[in-house]
T-cell receptor
């Protein structure tokens, strides 16, 4: 059974204070790791897909990296508009059903 | 614009009543999913469908039912057998394979 653990559960940053969110996973044959952003009262919005260890993806202030056991979402010089819940999900061999972590709630103070 | 439409945004029902949540997509995606989201619980899979006229139970299917008569539509019925139906319900779709999900903006159901 696939397992995904995200940490920390909640993170408060000052504007401009860089940090990282962690997504640890246990799967039998990773086929894809996905990062999403969710604003309050909205559906999650897709950010990145990572398929193999060593892969990196970037978008504005966000950078996602992947190893064989975990993924990091690095946030560089965050702004208040980056405040949201960030969700991580994995899909493994033979299943097209993503398993989600519980998310990290990020608040960036001006 | 292509996307997933969930309606209504808010829904209120009395205990003991069945209620149906609508989910429509115009992305031409084969696979559709229903998730339930509770505070601190993350997303839990209720039902999924990878093709028309076929669907499978997820982790928490008890008290729920679905149909997939058309590719575009995947309605979810919350029955009176669901013991704790108050939650935020999310519908999602994807084209198939190992690809990201596209989500609707959810329906918040309150049962009193």
């Amino acid at each position: 059974e696939d397992q995904v653990t995200q940490s920390p559960e909640a993170l408060r940053l000052q504007e401009g204070e860089s940090s990282s969110l962690n997504c640890s996973y246990t799967v039998s044959g990773l086929r894809g790791l996905f990062w999403y952003r969710q604003d309050p009262g909205k559906g999650p919005e897709f950010l990145f897909t990572l398929y193999s260890a060593g892969e990196e993806k970037e978008k504005e202030r966000l950078k996602a990296t992947l190893t064989k056991k975990e993924s990091f979402l690095h946030i560089t010089a965050p702004k208040p508009e980056d405040s949201a819940t960030y969700l991580c999900a994995v899909e493994s061999g033979g299943s097209y059903i993503p398993t989600f972590g519980r998310g990290t709630s990020l608040i960036v103070h001006p | 614009d292509g996307g997933i439409t969930q309606s209504p945004k808010y829904l209120f029902r009395k205990e003991g009543q069945n209620v149906t949540l609508s989910c429509e997509q115009n992305l031409n995606h084969d696979a559709m999913y229903w998730y339930r989201q509770d505070p601190g619980q993350g997303l839990r899979l209720i039902y999924y469908s990878q093709i028309v006229n076929d669907f499978q139970k997820g982790d928490i299917a008890e008290g729920y039912s679905v149909s997939r008569e058309k590719k575009e539509s995947f309605p979810l019925t919350v029955t009176s057998a669901q013991k704790n139906p108050t939650a935020f319900y999310l519908c999602a779709s994807k084209p198939g394979g190992y690809s990201p999900l596209h989500f609707g903006n959810g329906t918040r159901l309150t049962v009193t």
